[in-house]
Structures are given as structure tokens and as C-alpha cells.
């Protein structure tokens, strides 16, 4: 009978001693899990990270970009004004230069209606519609350069085509021989 009991005694240590070892290894796992779980959560943090980083760097680059172009309109704006006045100066400039034509053909009953008389011919109602004549052209004109301004100031910008590349005698050759 000794001898059995030495044999469950030694099942029962080998026994004790694997469960020991089966705890350690499971000790292990459970390490291992934990650490494994913590890298992911770590891995995560980083592209949450990033992805803000990005998002907010894209946020400033629309902004830049809206604030250019507002800047760029602003400008465009203003030039289209500055060429809109010049060229409302310089009609009324003509008209007043016809008026004053006019005015003076009308002082002077016919002679020195302009300031270099053209002909000489027809009486002060010719020279009279002559200058009603000049001044009616000269704000026709006036409102086309005024109106072409205005249409020039509001004609968004031609796109440029972009040239066609390649080397067109290879092309021409490639024609005739096939």
C-alpha cells in the first residue's frame, strides 16, 4: 500500500505543479493581452491625433485660400472702378469739348464753329446741326466705352488652354509611313 500512495502522491505533486505552471502561463496571457490592449488604445490616440492635425492644417489652408481670393476681388473690384471713372472722365470730357463747339457756332452765327473749320459752306443751321450732330456722337460714345467697363469690370478671366506637348514631326512621320 506504500507503495500506491507514493504514486498519488507524485500525481498529486505533478498535478499541483501543473496547475502552477497553468497560472503562470496564464499570468502571462493576461500580461501580454493587457499590453497588447494598451498599444491599440496608444496606436489609436495617434491617428486621432493626426487626423485633427491634418483637419485643422486643411482648415487653415481654405481659409488662406478664401481670404486670397477675397483680396484678389477686392482688387479686381477697385480696378474696374479706377477704368470705369477714367473712361466716364474722359466721355464727358468729349461732350464738353462738343458743347463748347456748339456754343461757339451758335455765339458766332456760323463762322469759328469749330476751332479748325472743316468747310465753309451752309449757314448758322448748318453749323448749328453739325454741332448738335457732334454731341449727340460724342455721348453715344460715351455710353458704349462706359457700358464696354462695365462688362469688362464684371467678364471673369479667360482660361488659358494648356499647349498640347509632344514632338510633332514624330507624328507627321509616323502618317506617312504607316
Do not use: C, F, Y
Not at 42 to 65: L, N, W
Not at 96 to 111: D, I, L, P
Not at 126 to 136: S, Y
Amino acid at each position: 500500500m506504500t507503495r500506491r500512495k507514493g504514486l498519488l502522491t507524485r500525481i498529486g505533486d505533478a498535478m499541483e505543479a501543473a496547475r502552477e505552471k497553468a497560472q503562470k502561463v496564464g499570468t502571462s496571457l493576461a500580461r501580454k493581452a493587457e499590453g497588447a490592449a494598451a498599444d491599440a488604445k496608444r496606436e489609436v490616440g495617434k491617428a486621432g491625433t493626426a487626423v485633427a492635425t491634418k483637419a485643422r492644417a486643411a482648415k487653415r489652408t481654405v481659409a488662406r485660400r478664401a481670404k486670397a481670393a477675397e483680396t484678389d476681388a477686392k482688387k479686381a473690384l477697385g480696378k474696374a472702378k479706377r477704368a470705369v471713372a477714367r473712361k466716364v472722365k474722359t466721355a464727358a470730357a468729349g461732350a464738353e469739348k462738343a458743347a463748347g463747339r456748339v456754343k461757339r457756332a451758335a455765339a458766332t452765327g456760323g463762322a469759328g464753329a469749330a476751332k479748325k473749320p472743316r468747310r465753309k459752306a451752309g449757314g448758322a443751321g448748318a453749323v448749328l446741326e453739325r454741332g448738335v450732330a457732334q454731341v449727340k456722337r460724342a455721348a453715344r460714345k460715351a455710353g458704349t466705352t462706359v457700358r464696354k467697363a462695365a462688362a469688362a469690370a464684371t467678364k471673369p478671366p479667360a482660361k488659358r488652354v494648356a499647349k498640347k506637348t509632344g514632338n510633332k514631326t514624330a507624328g507627321k512621320a509616323a502618317k506617312h509611313t504607316g
